[in-house]
């Protein structure tokens, strides 16, 4: 009932899209005849054409000269002889303004080429290789969470934290690959990426004291609770901050208490983290229940849940952010999936000497019993949070069961893949290394 739900939704969304655009093409046209900005009539030109509207070349007539030909004033104009590239690639049969256009901006592109940084010296290669139009949207979105994962773990510069974008995407990928929902996806990769950066903060190298200053600044939420912090921790803060502000200037109205909740979402996690500091510097070994109860929120799929949310449509309704920020039963069972299958991963590899005691752990001091058979235990403790998840979908409001499928089920999905074999592919990314190029490079077998 949901996936034809969600179907219809699709079907919903495509028609408005063309209906945006075709307004978009009778309202705007005044202002890209008058533009001298040839990114921004490069784009209009190649989006419009892209989804089937037909727009004459002539818009790019005022960036020839005389003769007819590209005016050399465009060479150092990379950004929009990139855009213009891109745009020619739309071209229909006997468009001879397009076959110059190509020929005109390879020329300059591939000059400039070795004296570009990133990241369009990756945007510029990229695109001479094969142009924008004829290239797997899917991988290309990997490629532009990369280059703005790039640019954020320079800016942050903590050698410490784990660099793992493309894991990161694939969370959000597991969770919907639906193209209606790139915009979620794109929203949902950041979130895990800052959720990464706190995580590595509080778990590998923040003191204790510093621990306390981080939690005391996610709550207070405000630019001036910097000064809190140790000067290491500036840049991450301050990013974080302006980051879930760029989600909310990326949202209609409508959405835009997705935000809300989600923030709230991620204080709470924070607070998981700082009592995980406690019991780690206090030397503090919980009791099975008692790691299971906070670890399985700490592992962050609850608040993961509330993030897919954003940006995606219909599903993301004030109601399903109610029902998530209240940490129901099926996205705690969530959590606990993605706590046990890593904690067994976790014990087979080793952890971690600031890490606190893991579930299998604390399951073989209590219990008294073999490494072998706390892994055991574990698994069949995932098997049951599945049985609760499963539960979970039956007895959900039918209104909240789209939301429910697209975070707790799908994330729990992902957390099998990310854990399959007892191994965890999010922290030796090598091991999901055959999986994400299936999906984005070859396509399945």
């Known amino acids: 009932r949901s996936e ?26 005044a202002e890209i005849v008058s533009s001298h900005d040839l990114h921004i009539v490069a784009l209009h030109f190649r989006l419009l054409r ?12 005022k960036f020839r000269d005389g003769a007819r030909k590209f005016s050399q004033s465009l060479n150092n104009d ?22 110059q256009a190509i020929v005109f901006t390879r020329q300059h592109l591939e000059a400039a080429k070795g004296k570009l940084r990133p990241p369009m010296s990756e945007q510029v290669t990229r695109a001479l290789d094969i142009p924008l139009p004829r290239f797997m ?10 280059e703005w994962w790039r640019d ?60 306390k200053k981080v939690n005391e600044a996610m709550q207070r939420w405000d630019a001036s609770a910097v ?16 980051q879930f502000k760029e989600f909310e200037d990326s ?42 109860h906070l670890s399985g929120m700490s592992a962050g799929l609850p608040m993961f849940s509330v993030a897919a949310w954003m940006g995606s449509g219909r599903v993301a309704t004030k109601e399903a952010f109610e029902w998530g920020v209240g940490i129901p039963d099926m996205l705690r069972a969530c959590g606990e999936v993605g706590r046990l299958l890593n904690d067994i991963a976790s014990y087979k590899k080793g952890k971690n000497k600031k890490d606190v005691a893991s579930t299998v ?67 030796f990314g090598a091991n999901l290394k055959d999986i994400v190029t299936s999906i984005f490079l070859r396509g399945p077998a």
């Not at 739900?5 to 408005?16: N, P, V």
């Not at 949207?137 to 990369?146: C, D, G, K």
């Not at 008294?368 to 098997?383: L, N, Q, R, V, Y």
Request: charged share 25%; net charge negative; proline share 4%.
């Open 152 to 211: 954020l773990y320079k800016e942050v510069n903590l050698p410490y934290t784990r660099d793992r974008i493309v894991e990161m995407y694939f969370w959000a990928f597991g969770v919907s690959h639906a193209e209606e929902h790139s915009r979620a996806r794109m929203i949902h990769t950041k979130i895990v990426a800052l959720t990464s950066l706190m995580d590595d903060t509080y778990d590998v190298h923040a003191s204790f004291e510093e621990c």
């Open 227 to 242: 000064s809190l912090l140790p000067e290491y921790l500036h840049a991450l803060y301050i990013r974080t901050l302006s």
């Open 4 to 29: 034809e739900w969600m179907r219809e939704r699709a079907d919903h969304l495509k028609g408005q899209v063309a209906l945006k655009l075709e307004a978009i093409k009778k309202e705007e046209p």
């Open 251 to 292: 949202l209609e109205p409508h959405e835009k208490h997705g935000v809300h909740y989600t923030i709230k979402a991620y204080k709470l996690l924070s607070t998981f983290y700082l009592k995980e500091a406690t019991w780690c510097h206090g030397n503090h070994v919980p009791s099975f229940r008692e790691q299971l």
């Open 50 to 61: 892209q989804h089937g509207l037909w727009v004459s070349t002539d818009v790019f007539d």
């Open 137 to 146: 949207p899917r991988l290309e979105a990997v490629y532009y969470i990369s």
């Open 78 to 99: 990379v950004r929009g002889l990139l855009s213009l590239y891109n745009a020619a690639h739309m071209a229909t049969p006997f468009e001879e303004i397009l076959d």
């Open 361 to 427: 752990e604390c399951y073989k001091k209590e219990h008294g019993c073999t490494g072998e058979e706390a892994m055991a235990e574990c698994a069949a403790m995932s098997e049951h949070a599945w049985r609760k998840i499963n539960r979970g979908c039956m007895e959900i409001k039918p209104i909240l069961l789209p939301a429910a499928h697209l975070a707790a089920v799908n994330l729990s999905r992902t957390s099998e893949v990310f854990y399959i074999g007892g191994v965890d592919a999010y922290t």
